[in-house]
Nanobody
Framework: QVRLVESGGGLVQPGGSLRLSCAAS????????MGWFRQAPGKEREGVSCSSRSGGQTYYTDSVKGRFTISRHDAKNTIYLQMNSLKPEDTAVYYC????????????????GGQGTQVTVSS
């Protein structure tokens, strides 16, 4: 059974950092393009960052470039999202997902995701 379980969310002050983790089971994530999405209250789901199966190609939405970093640990079947210099506008539920991606076009589309983890940035 394919399953994605996110963790690492929480409450953090503006300027702080969090690292989200996504543990995959039922498949080997190293053979799949993966990504992180987020959805804030009243807003549509947004692609945050995606990584090719090799990790050699990535996508970041403009608002997180230079602040967020996606990475993979194939031996642990886990992907991560390191989030630095967090802003209140980063507040959302963050979802890990398998994706359909065209990195040459900087496109990344949600395919199958987990239940999400809440990130709240507030003083």
């Amino acid at each position: 059974q394919v399953r994605l379980v996110e963790s690492g969310g929480g409450l953090v002050q503006p300027g702080g950092s969090l690292r989200l983790s996504c543990a995959a089971s039922g498949f080997l994530s190293r053979f799949v393009d993966m990504g992180w999405f987020r959805q804030a209250p009243g807003k549509e789901r947004e692609g945050v960052s995606c990584s090719s199966r090799s990790g050699g190609q990535t996508y970041y939405t403009d608002s997180v470039k230079g602040r967020f970093t996606i990475s993979r640990h194939d031996a642990k079947n886990t992907i991560y999202l390191q989030m630095n210099s967090l802003k209140p506008e980063d507040t959302a539920v963050y979802y890990c997902a398998t994706v359909r991606a065209r990195f040459d076009l900087q496109e990344c589309e949600y395919d199958y995701g987990g239940q999400g983890t809440q990130v709240t940035v507030s003083s």
